[in-house]
Nanobody, 123 residues
């Protein structure tokens, strides 16, 4: 069993920054591809970013490229999402997820999900 707990969400003005954290327990953290999804009210969950086992490869949705950075610290069993130049359309609940397969994770079919953390960007 793998448990994921997100933190770091909050209210920020447009153009500001937030750093989300996802702490993992159970399983072997370094054996999982990690990712972030988000879901706004009335919309489906949307892929945001993913990172490979070692952190050597990263993947981003076009909507966040150049603004968001995903990273991981396997020694701390934690994945991060640094969000800069935030826009009101970034407002959503952000979810951390994990799977052994990048394809499954990117298609919102990851095995493990956190409970989410709210990010609200005001204009």
């Amino acid at each position: 069993q793998v448990q994921l707990v997100e933190s770091g969400g909050g209210l920020v003005q447009a153009g500001g920054s937030l750093r989300l954290s996802c702490a993992a327990s159970g399983g072997t953290f370094s054996s999982y591809v990690m990712g972030w999804f988000r879901q706004a009210p009335g919309k489906e969950r949307e892929f945001v970013a993913a990172i490979s086992y070692s952190g050597s490869s990263t993947y981003y949705a076009d909507s966040v490229k150049g603004r968001f950075t995903i990273s991981r610290d396997n020694a701390k069993n934690t994945v991060y999402l640094q969000m800069n130049s935030l826009k009101p359309e970034d407002t959503a609940v952000y979810y951390c997820n994990a799977d052994h397969s990048l394809r499954m994770l990117q298609r919102a079919q990851a095995t493990y999900w956190g409970q989410g953390t709210q990010v609200t960007v005001s204009s």
